[in-house]
């Protein structure tokens, strides 16, 4: 038997909203339910959640992307792997906010990050306007063959 002293009594509120979350579980056959933060909130605060209307958004299309250059020392270390960088594609077309997430030594971090910087594209788009969006781009760093040293 569970022991709720430590816990303290249920709410009417608490109870009301485990009973319909149950509910809501067996009418969708059992399968998760996920509701937006806001519609939670607003339910427990008692208020009315407000319906919205769907948006029309777009993700940035990349229409130009740089590959990233191999620096020599890299080259002679046989330095190979990803950097994968963080980074906001604004409304006005430009790159910034850049941040590594994971990175390479020997300069291949810094030459990931001047390619991004060369990147093209057409912003987000958020209901007929250009948005800055955060994002992620990767730089795959792979020697060939005739690179490799061994």
Known sequence: MLDRSNFGPISKKERMLAIVTFLMLIV?????VLLP????RAQSRGRK??????????PPKILY??????????????????VI?????QADGKITGIKVIQ?????????AIEAAQKTRFEPAMKDGV?????????????????????
Request: zero cysteines; aromatic letters at 6%.
């Open 103 to 111: 990175g390479l030594p020997d300069g291949l971090t810094e030459k």
């Open 85 to 89: 960088l963080d980074v906001v594609f």
């Open 65 to 82: 992307r740089e590959k990233a250059e191999y620096t020599q020392k890299a080259r002679d270390r046989g330095i190979e792997g990803k």
């Open 28 to 32: 969708v056959g059992g399968g998760m």
């Open 49 to 58: 959640q407000t319906e919205s209307k769907p948006q029309d958004r777009r």
């Open 130 to 150: 250009p948005v800055n969006v955060r994002g992620k781009l990767d730089y795959h760093f792979s020697l060939g063959k005739k690179d490799r040293r061994g």
């Open 37 to 40: 933060l806001d519609s939670v």
